[in-house]
């Protein structure tokens, strides 16, 4: 296998969706700092799998020392060390209440202007923070609690998300899902998990703050849970076609793992258009049956989960808008 031309078409894939998700909506998200996300996450990656530090820095093409270096850097602000940028961020405007941008860049002046300008747009459109004016001119004030409150649907999808992620890696305590949702302070992650264990949603082991769910529904067309869709949905793409080619091809795993791409070309009036169009609907119908019927026999410690990926869209412009494009996670 040419695993050099093969990873750089699925670099590709993940560039277009990124790309895309950066002007969804007309918004024109920062992208500057992505190539540190991505190094932060592959490293990461990488030693999660068993790999030294040192073979991982290797693999990267830095010395040990830079690898640490940069490592930390990413993981942690320069400026306020212990805390993300984020974090940071978030706690001096909500000390402070009114910033103005030049305070901010001379408070967290050892931290790169682009990533700080990254985390104050990741606020201001979150609800968290208002801003007035432009450039260097700019002037920031963290949201009350009132007007928080005003803006509570923003926080759905984050709700989604962590609820995903427990469902996910599960059980997991505080501090991990902290560090997997960075752009989430400690008072907003205590919130969110506070209002899953209330809805029944998640349920927390008595006495620890460690988290559990065995059940993740989203209904087609709920927007609230849009971002946890998407992000489930390529979890369940690449977990297939990480198996599949890792697994030794005599390994009984293998009878759990595969996948198939199909695809229609339909002529206008072509009989079979209705068929093709209404199949998603009708494998979703299949497919929440059987999950419904095996729930009541499911739990068991040594059991196994098994994640089934359906997806359906055009290539070329269809004749009729097409309905929603998320489906259930």
């Known amino acids: 296998m040419n695993t050099r031309l093969l990873t750089d078409r699925i670099l590709a894939e993940l560039a277009s969706v990124v790309a895309r998700l950066a002007t969804l909506s007309g918004t024109r998200a920062l992208v500057a700092d992505l190539p540190d996300?991505?190094?932060?996450?592959?490293?990461?990656?990488?030693?999660?799998?068993?790999?030294?530090?040192?073979?991982v820095a290797d693999m990267c093409g830095l010395a040990l020392r830079s690898y640490q270096k940069r490592m930390q850097r990413l993981a942690e602000s320069r400026s306020d060390l212990g805390r993300t940028l984020w974090e940071a961020v978030f706690a001096y405007l909500h000390e402070r209440r009114i910033v103005t941008r030049s305070e901010l860049e001379r408070?967290?002046?050892?931290?790169?202007?682009?990533?700080?300008?990254?985390?104050?747009?990741?606020l201001v459109e979150g609800g968290l923070v208002f801003r007035a004016g432009s450039g260097a001119a700019a002037v920031y004030r963290a949201a009350d609690e009132g007007e928080l409150a005003l803006t509570e649907h923003r926080g759905e999808g984050a709700e989604a998300l962590v609820w995903l992620t427990i469902y996910q890696v599960g059980p997991i305590g505080f501090d991990a899902l902290l560090e997997r949702h960075r752009a989430l302070d400690v008072p907003a992650l205590e919130a969110i998990l506070e209002s899953l264990v209330a809805a029944g949603r998640v349920g927390m082991t008595p006495g620890e703050r460690v988290y559990h769910c065995r059940q993740l529904v989203m209904q087609p067309g709920e927007r609230s849970g849009a971002a946890a869709a998407v992000?489930?949905?390529?979890?369940?793409?690449?977990?297939?076609?990480?198996?599949?080619?890792?697994?030794?091809?005599?390994?009984?795993?293998k009878a759990w793992t595969g996948g198939s791409t199909y695809s229609f070309e339909l002529a206008p009036g072509d009989p079979h258009e209705a068929e093709v169009q209404t199949l998603l609907a009708r494998l979703r119908a299949e497919l929440g049956a059987l999950r419904q019927r095996a729930e009541d026999r499911t739990g068991a410690a040594d059991g196994v989960r098994v994640v089934v990926y359906c997806g359906l869209t055009t290539l070329t412009p269809p004749p009729a808008p097409p309905g929603d494009a998320l489906d259930e996670a």
């Open 37 to 55: 996300r991505f190094f932060f996450h592959l490293a990461s990656a990488l030693e999660a799998q068993g790999l030294s530090k040192k073979l």
């Open 231 to 253: 992000a489930d949905h390529v979890h369940a793409v690449f977990a297939t076609l990480d198996n599949a080619l890792t697994w030794p091809a005599d390994d009984p795993r």
């Open 107 to 122: 408070r967290f002046s050892r931290d790169d202007p682009q990533t700080l300008g990254s985390v104050l747009h990741d």
